[in-house]
């Protein structure tokens, strides 16, 4: 456990109502990465305040109210996942690096290159960002911030979104496992063939199309058949 003296506030607002926890930066750092780190051991007094810095703890029907508990614990990890505290300059870079990845990876999924009808890789849509200097916040969530970034990054990447009606045969050797495989899109029909083959239609976003061939390709070892039955910009 952190002694106070080294501790950093952890801040959390809800409604205009703040709360706060004195934590150990490098373990509340690592928990918010997603390491298996004990919340007992990042905090440095098992106590929710309104102001930490002058020891005004909050009041216990306000975490009722905004927390729906009074477990310091469970009120701790949701103030730290949630909320903020001071980073190191290396921490808050590393942690602006991986949101940044994430975003990029969700527009890859989703969006496609107008001139190709293929997606656009993650490392292209992270080079337009750094080209137009777009701000991430390491602290909200990836998918909160994907706007932002494709209004920021539209005019040096093309880029559109769209849904894919595709259809697939799989032949009846492969059609039980592939479901797992449909299940990156939303099927929409199926009904198995006379020679035990399955047929399916399935709506994937555009940006998901070369994945979601490849990986029918993987299973059925190239033995299928595949057909776009419509396009559609969302």
Do not use: C
């Not at 109210?65 to 103030?79: H, M």
Request: glycine share 6%.
């Amino acid at each position: 456990m952190v002694s106070i003296e080294k501790a950093v506030v952890s801040r959390l607002t809800i409604s205009g109502e703040k709360f706060e926890i004195l934590v150990d930066p490098k373990l509340a750092f690592e928990f918010k990465k997603g390491k298996n780190v004990s919340i007992g051991d990042i905090l440095a007094v098992h106590e929710i305040f309104k102001d930490a810095r002058s020891a005004e703890r909050a009041k216990e029907e306000d975490l009722k109210k905004f927390f729906g508990t009074v477990d310091v614990l469970k009120i701790a990890e949701r103030i730290i996942k949630e909320g903020e505290f001071r980073l190191t300059t290396e921490q808050r870079r590393e942690l602006i690096n991986e949101k940044k990845m994430q975003i990029a990876n969700i527009i890859s999924k989703r969006g496609i290159n107008p001139q190709t009808n293929t997606p656009h890789p993650p490392q292209r849509i992270l080079t337009a960002m750094e080209q137009v200097g777009v701000n991430v916040d390491p602290f909200i969530e990836a998918e909160l911030q994907v706007d932002k970034v494709i209004d920021a990054i539209k005019n040096v990447l093309p880029i559109k979104f769209q849904k894919v009606l595709v259809q697939v045969r799989i032949p009846p050797q492969f059609s039980g496992k592939a479901y797992s495989v449909l299940k990156l899109g939303k099927i929409l029909g199926e009904k198995w063939l006379s020679d035990g083959s399955l047929q399916a239609e399935v709506e994937i976003l555009g940006g998901l199309q070369d994945e979601f061939f490849q990986k029918i390709s993987s299973l059925t070892h190239g033995n299928f058949e595949s057909k776009i039955l419509r396009r559609e910009e969302i």
